[in-house]
């Protein structure tokens, strides 16, 4: 799904849901593939050479684990090779290659993978997914929220701290966008995400107004290029 549409906190949500042991990694974030799913190879003087296994090997022979493997479409491909034999329904298993042995460490029974991605010619620091890794996955496409959806997401996170039509007016400005940038002939390039929504919220929590939390959190989205048929002057006018 699209940049900030809330995949990674639906995920989040869902093991919070099921109650099962739960580990998070981030493998858009990751540039040492091999040491975040399976370790490192140290070396003390005193000791000789060590090799210590990472938290991904703990995760994968926990019963019954959640494993969320969040932004997979920015992985090194590296990260993509090693987890093709975790991922294969068949196989299930991960080859410790650099610990004496190379032994196979199995995928615990009930163990779950979830995983999220941008898929896109827009999201230039993506790569595109191979198809065997894709095909190891069931595939949900998420797709950027209704206005009634926002507007609850929004009271469940900050109910008490701000009033239901401080929701209601940035839901219905976020969605206004969605719908302009989905248009035949549409006046503006990008959309306001569920992620810039929340941290609309959060500014009027903080104290900010509507228009002051707009200031800093929506208008930096859209260009500006001095024209009053600017992206952002369409957006101000729906702000007014």
């Avoid at 329904?89 to 410790?96: P, V």
């Avoid at 610990?99 to 979830?114: C, H, M, Q, R, Y």
């Avoid at 069931?138 to 900050?158: D, Q, R, W």
């Avoid at 006046?187 to 800093?216: L, N, P, Q």
């Amino acid at each position: 799904g699209p940049a900030g549409c809330g995949k990674t906190m639906a995920a989040k949500r869902l093991v919070e849901a099921l109650d099962r042991p739960e580990f998070y990694f981030n493998l858009g974030a990751t540039q040492d593939p091999r040491g975040t799913l399976i370790g490192n190879t140290h070396f003390k003087k005193e000791e000789g050479t060590m090799f210590s296994e990472s938290l991904f090997v703990k995760a994968i022979q926990t019963k019954d684990a959640i494993i969320l493997l969040d932004e997979i479409s920015r992985a090194h491909p590296e990260a993509w090779n090693i987890l093709m034999t975790v991922l294969d329904e068949k196989l299930r298993y991960l080859r410790l290659d650099e610990k004496d042995n190379t032994p196979l460490i199995k995928v615990a029974e009930g163990v779950s993978f979830l995983s999220t991605a941008n898929v896109g010619a827009e999201y230039t620091a993506t790569r595109v997914l191979d198809r065997a890794l894709k095909d190891r996955f069931s595939i949900l496409e998420v797709e950027p929220l209704a206005f009634l959806e926002e507007v609850n997401v929004l009271a469940g996170l900050f109910e008490g701290q701000l009033e239901y039509d401080d929701f209601k007016r940035v839901a219905n400005v976020a969605c206004k966008t969605r719908a302009e940038a989905t248009s035949n002939d549409p006046k503006i390039s990008t959309i306001i995400s569920t992620r810039k929504t929340i941290e609309w919220a959060e500014m009027m929590v903080d104290g900010f107004t509507f228009e002051e939390a707009a200031k800093i959190v929506v208008y930096p989205l859209f260009p500006d290029d001095g024209d009053v048929d600017s992206e952002r002057g369409f957006v101000k006018q729906l702000l007014q």
